[in-house]
C-alpha cells in the first residue's frame, strides 16, 4: 500500500508544484487506512491547504488506493 500511496503523491506533486506547493509523505498506517502527508513551500501556509488536502491530495490517493481511509497532515 505505501508503494501505491507514494506513487500517487508522485503524480500529485507536479500540480502542487505548479502554485509553489508540495507534498510530503510521513506514514502510512496499513491497519487503519491512515496516510499522513505534510504540505510544503506554498501549500504549507496557504489559507486554502486543507480544501488542496481533502479535495485534491486525499481524493486522488484514494481513487488510486482504495484502501486509504483518510489523509490527514501529519
Request: charged share 30%.
Amino acid at each position: 500500500m505505501t508503494d501505491k500511496v507514494r506513487k500517487t503523491i508522485e503524480k500529485i506533486k507536479p500540480m502542487l508544484e505548479a502554485d509553489g506547493g508540495s507534498v510530503e509523505l510521513l506514514n502510512v498506517d496499513e491497519k487503519s487506512g491512515i496516510v499522513k502527508v505534510r504540505l510544503t513551500g506554498a501549500c504549507g501556509c496557504c489559507p486554502h491547504a486543507a480544501m488542496t488536502l481533502k479535495g485534491v491530495v486525499e481524493r486522488m490517493i484514494k481513487e488510486d488506493v482504495p484502501e486509504v481511509k483518510e489523509v490527514v497532515v501529519g
